[in-house]
């Protein structure tokens, strides 16, 4: 199983970028996925969550600003992320957990993806 991460990169602040993270592997089904980040110096920390039912767990950092929504059939999650601020600048981790079978579930990480809002 893999999780693989795209898009990020640069932006002034006030502007928006797409994160995507898509589930690959022999997986049964999604329970949740999500986004961390993790900003030089800092720990990681949780952005957003959703569970393939739709609801959704926000930082409060991020509400109103970033919208997180999952494809349940592509096994992938999205991170619409607008009005950035210079200190949404950390590198993006995908975070899953996934079934791979009726009764076991795992958690997964992807690459981290940099996101870099210029003041």
């Known amino acids: 199983v893999q999780l693989q991460a795209s898009g990020g990169g640069l932006v002034q602040a006030g502007g928006s970028l797409g994160l995507s993270c898509a589930a690959s592997?022999?997986?049964?089904?999604?329970?949740?996925m999500g986004w961390y980040r993790q900003a030089p110096g800092k720990q990681r920390e949780h952005v957003a969550t959703i569970r393939s039912s739709g609801s959704t767990n926000y930082a409060d950092v991020v509400k109103g600003r970033f919208t997180i929504s999952i494809d349940n059939a592509k096994k992938t999650v999205y991170l619409q992320m607008n009005s950035l601020k210079p200190e949404d600048t950390a590198v993006y981790y995908c975070?899953?957990?996934?079934?791979?079978?009726?009764?076991?579930?795992?958690?997964?990480w992807g690459q981290g993806t940099q996101v870099t809002v210029s003041s």
């Open positions: 975070n899953a957990a996934l079934y791979l079978s009726w009764s076991h579930q795992f958690d997964y």
């Open positions: 592997g022999s997986i049964f089904s999604v329970n949740y």
